[in-house]
């Protein structure tokens, strides 16, 4: 079970939480997550004009909260170097 999800025939009141290689690479690779997060990225492409509104978008629809000054710093960085790095 890549999840952690009860079998079928049993209920169960609270989950089991892990984290396994096998998630990290079904969440990766899962055609689903992946147009997910295409769709994230149009849409805040589309919809808003500068890197802080999109960064604010992002957060509210990925955190469901603003991004503290620290994380804004950190994304604002990444989006700059990736860029550059892009550009060239």
Do not use: Y
């Not at 999840?3 to 969440?27: G, H, I, K, M």
């Amino acid at each position: 079970m890549i999840f952690d999800s009860p079998e079928s025939n049993v209920c169960l009141a609270e989950r089991n939480r892990s984290n396994t290689p096998l998630q990290a690479l079904t969440t990766l690779n899962d055609p689903v997550f992946f147009e997910c997060a295409q769709a994230l990225g149009h849409r805040l492409a589309t919809s808003a004009s500068s890197i802080d509104e999109r960064l604010h978008q992002l957060s509210l629809s990925a955190l469901s909260r603003p991004l503290e000054q620290a994380e804004r710093k950190v994304l604002k960085q990444l989006h700059d170097d990736e860029s550059e790095w892009f550009s060239t």
